[in-house]
């Protein structure tokens, strides 16, 4: 049945405003990746293919002939919202009119009053006002922040109706963008849940600054005395702004033990501020600029385990011991470290870094493996599902299991998905961009007394016609790109590579679903030749109350 999909002809489709096939690919050079959709890009795709709409809005007429009136900035309307597009904005419609809006935590089924704030293009973004009726599955979001921090955008909604929206998603993605059609129905698996949508996160990255931003909600209840109060904050960037903060007490995506971390270092700092002044990103001065709490567990008896990390502009171990003391009497905090950061901005990658307090690095099990992570170290923020991803990874990859298979895991970070493998083949090989998840992936298979797994550095947009000499012939490639996807010269190269099976991890359903396109169906533009069947499609939610959906993809090779 799907072996018919590879040689019968391809769904057609009319072609969306913003994304034709012709327009994605006009301007690749052998140099270029392939072009990452833009955001606005990737969004109005979504919404043009994942809908029955495809012809809402590019006409400039209603049904009855009556010409659109593009809603004015600032005017106030009635909407409907009809579903979520993948950055977790509501896609609805202007009751009178039908025309467009993207607007921000509207949810599908939600009929509202939302403002104007833009016009973009041929579709207008929103900022809502008032419910009129909620979605039938909405829930009251059990955080205080919810509605006004930028992480969980879903928390309003049952997250049963998180999971049902989200495998929607993928399936019109997949078959609409990726051309599967109406053969997507045998291909897709349901939607694998989290089993603890709250407390899943393993790293919360929190900023200081001297802007508190109060929520519309609480700006009516404060006197003007308590509104000039704003010279410290601890929380996460209001929505869209550098500046300011949102103060956060307790995230429920993170641990109790990291949240009473959390409430030790504002009460603290917030005593302290002459002393410990925070960052000001207006004028460069000030030292605490961010506190990352990272967790995770110690491998004999599983306890958890916090690293706290200190981001300051100067390296003053005097100025932070104090707060240093505060902190280690936390009984689960193994690690207090500082990194250090003199640039200019906000990141929170250290140039230096220090030990105050306890270890260097903690560890986490994932599938019986320890790995050591360090506080700049990339590692799965969900590591319980992670461990159901990676054994996801393992069903797709159908390994014989005779210690007979060579593994190209490509996009391997600290090589957890190889080495989670290794024990099952002859001998995996990684690949990855950053030279310290390479040193990570190394340290972890020593660890774990692993032999059979060689790590590689290297840039794979940037991959040269003898990529494959690096290695001998794979059985199974795993891909688990970023957000941007394959680059084009990666897809010629795998396609030439022609091992038995691929398995493709992926953190953003449009560009999979790009990518799986050119592998099965081939684009002629390109002269690439499809030479590939896909056997499944699985969601799987990594991040419940977020917009992100991750995906397991398994593809097979077929002889052409
Ligand atoms: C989604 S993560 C996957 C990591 C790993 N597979 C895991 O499960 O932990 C993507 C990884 O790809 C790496 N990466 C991004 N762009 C890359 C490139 N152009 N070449 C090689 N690796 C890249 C990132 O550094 C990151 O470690």
Redesign the pocket.
């Known amino acids: 049945m799907l072996g018919a999909i590879q040689g019968a002809a391809l769904p057609t489709r009319s072609v969306p405003r913003l994304f034709s096939r012709a327009s994605l690919f006009s301007t690749v050079s052998s140099t270029q990746a392939l072009p990452s959709l833009t955001q606005e890009a990737l969004f109005l795709d979504d919404e043009g293919f994942a809908k029955d709409n495809d012809n809402s809005q590019p006409q400039k007429q209603q049904p009855g002939g009556k010409p659109f009136t593009f809603p004015k900035k600032g005017q106030q309307l009635e909407m409907f919202c009809e579903s979520l597009a993948f950055k977790g904005k509501g896609v609805c419609k202007i009751v009178d009119s039908g025309f467009v809006v993207l607007c921000d935590r509207a949810l599908p089924g939600e009929r509202l009053i939302a403002q104007i704030t833009r016009k973009k293009g041929s579709y207008a973004e929103a900022m809502k006002i008032k419910t009129i009726s909620p979605h039938d599955d909405a829930v009251i979001a059990p955080c205080e922040h919810a509605n006004d921090c930028g992480g969980c955008k879903m928390q309003n909604l049952s997250y049963s109706a998180q999971l049902r929206i989200k495998e929607k998603q993928v399936f019109e993605v997949i078959s609409r963008l990726g051309r599967f059609g109406s053969a997507s129905g045998t291909i897709m698996k349901g939607i694998v849940g989290c089993q603890s949508p709250f407390g899943y996160r393993n790293k919360m990255e929190f900023s200081f600054g001297v802007k508190k931003w109060i929520p519309k909600s609480e700006l009516e209840e404060l006197s003007q005395m308590e509104l000039c109060q704003d010279e410290f904050a601890l929380g996460l960037h209001a929505p869209g702004r550098f500046d300011k903060i949102l103060s956060i007490n307790k995230c429920l995506l993170q641990q109790d033990a990291a949240n009473k971390v959390l409430a030790l270092v504002q009460h603290f700092c917030e005593l302290h501020a002459d002393e410990l002044p925070p960052y000001n990103t207006f004028t460069n001065t000030g030292f605490l600029k961010h506190l990352v709490i990272r967790s995770g567990r110690e491998p004999e008896t599983g306890a958890l385990q916090l690293m706290v990390n200190f981001v300051t502009s100067c390296y003053d171990p005097t100025l932070l011991q104090p707060l240093v003391e505060q902190v280690a009497r936390v009984p689960e905090v193994v690690s207090v470290v500082n990194n250090t950061n003199s640039r200019v901005g906000n990141t929170s990658l250290g140039e230096e870094e220090f030990v105050l307090y306890g270890k260097s690095t903690i560890t986490e099990c994932i599938n019986g493996l320890v790995f050591e992570i360090s506080a700049n170290s ?3 923020t969900n590591p319980r599902q ?1 461990e159901v ?2 054994s996801l990874v393992e069903d797709a990859a159908t390994l014989k299991g005779d210690g007979s298979e060579i593994v190209l ?9 190889g080495l989670s493998l290794a024990g099952r083949v002859k001998h995996v090989y990684g ?4 030279p310290e ?1 390479i040193a990570d992936a190394q340290r972890n298979a020593l660890r774990n007394g692993i032999t059979n797994a060689t790590f590689v550095q ?5 991959i040269r016609d003898n990529f494959a000499d690096q290695f001998p012939k794979p059985d199974i490639v ?1 891909v ?3 957000r ?1 996807g394959l ?1 084009l010269n990666l897809i010629r190269s795998l396609l030439k590579l022609r091992p038995e099976r691929i398995v493709y ?1 992926s ?1 953003n359903p449009a560009t999979c679903a790009r990518d799986l396109d050119l592998l099965t169906h081939g684009l002629p533009e390109t002269e690439i030749k499809g030479t590939y069947k896909l056997l499944s499609v699985q969601p799987v939610d990594m991040f419940p109350h977020t917009p992100h959906i991750e995906c397991v993809c398994s593809l097979e090779l077929i002889e052409v």
């Open positions: 990339f590692f799965q992670a991803l990676y895991d490509l996009f391997c970070g600290t090589g957890t998905i690949y990855e961009v950053v998840a290297g840039d794979l947009n940037k795993i688990d790109p970023n941007p680059h991890v953190c």
